[in-house]
């Protein structure tokens, strides 16, 4: 859905408060309060559906069907990196420590994430969503989501870059292997914060999930158990983020746009009902989420209505779609990004006025 025509802009001045106004309403609304219960109810059953993933993989046994609790366990592995994503956010509990304690709770020690490496990532994201320079998740080195990418790549990289919207698929398969190494990574820098606690954490978890497999698994069905749950892991998590800004406007880095209209202009709902909903984390809010980041998931469906309906009193652009057009639609964008390093492109005299 778009919004209707647009109004004239506002001034400077005027549109500094309407973030103001927005957020007010909300407030009233009562959708910033902690949803406690919600919460509960989420933890307690995904945490029963992973202790019921481990018990029904110590039960089969040595047996090739191990590959269906392999994706079933990735399945879980997301929807508990769901619940550390909102922690994250300081959406689940009301004090700081508490969300922390939660956060490493599920990424340390459940997933193998570390939440530090994560959260640090995250909100650099939120602060400056498909920024030139300031966005890590277009800052990735194998995708190019601007001209100026494209056109800037040489060697090996700028061939990945030409097929990128054909190589994006496969590459999802590797963006678990990729979280675990960057949670390594920052865990070996002296800045990282509560290190001791977060290596401590990742390294039982590394400790009992190998265990565990290699003491079920003989080596050959243990290495592709791990290859099919961490490759659908990362899958899941891709597939879940890919929707929100891929083939949304790419801002360039001096870019003066007001906090409202940059979350606004660079993210992209997805429609659905209440198994999008679960499926994507209430990731496919995504406008909702980036105006309030630490709005309650239950509480985005809600708020849907209001914001939509301010966007449009504002003349903003309301963008939705459905999940396989978000995604034909991120594809098209690396698509087209990717053709401009064509030999042809880049000898026009005009390549760099194009996006």
Request: aromatic share 10%; hydrophobic share 45%; glycine share 10%.
């Amino acid at each position: 859905m778009q919004s209707g025509d647009r109004q004239p802009s506002p001034s400077a001045t005027a549109r500094g408060s309407e973030y103001a106004l927005l957020s007010r309403r909300v407030r009233q609304a009562g959708l910033l309060d902690r949803r406690l219960r919600y919460y509960t109810w989420m933890i307690a059953l995904t945490a029963l559906a992973l202790a019921a993933g481990w018990a029904a993989f110590t039960v089969l046994g040595d047996s090739w069907w191990q590959l269906g609790i392999a994706a079933y366990l990735a399945v879980v592995f997301g929807q508990i990196g769901f619940l550390g994503h909102d922690a994250g956010h300081h959406q689940v509990l009301c004090s700081r420590r508490g969300n922390y304690v939660l956060g490493v709770l599920c990424g340390n020690l459940a997933i193998g994430l570390s939440y530090g490496y994560w959260t640090n990532k995250h909100n650099r994201h939120h602060a400056h969503p498909n920024t030139e320079g300031a966005d890590p998740d277009i800052m990735i080195g194998v995708l190019a989501f601007s001209g100026a990418q494209a056109r800037a790549s040489r060697g090996i990289q700028r061939l990945v870059f030409r097929y990128q919207a054909y190589l994006l698929v496969p590459m999802l398969f590797l963006q678990g292997v990729g979280m675990h190494v960057s949670s390594l990574h920052t865990l070996t820098r002296r800045a990282c914060r509560n290190r001791a606690w977060e290596t401590a954490l990742l390294g039982v978890h590394a400790a009992g999930y190998l265990t565990a497999i290699f003491l079920v698994l003989p080596p050959a069905k243990a290495v592709a158990f791990i290859a099919v749950q961490q490759g659908l892991f990362g899958f899941y998590l891709g597939c879940a983020f890919a929707p929100n800004h891929k083939g949304m406007p790419v801002l360039a880095a001096s870019d003066k746009t007001d906090f409202l209209r940059r979350q606004v202009l660079t993210s992209r709902n997805v429609r659905g009902g209440w198994w999008t909903d679960f499926a994507l984390g209430g990731l496919n809010y995504q406008i909702e989420h980036h105006l309030f980041p630490s709005m309650p998931r239950p509480s985005l469906r809600r708020s849907q209505a209001l914001i939509a309906a301010f966007c449009v009193e504002r003349g903003l652009p309301y963008t939705q779609a459905t999940l396989l057009s978000s995604y034909a639609q991120a594809l098209r964008h690396l698509d087209a990004t990717g053709k401009l390093t064509r030999p042809a492109v880049l000898a026009s005299p005009c390549a760099h006025t194009r996006a």
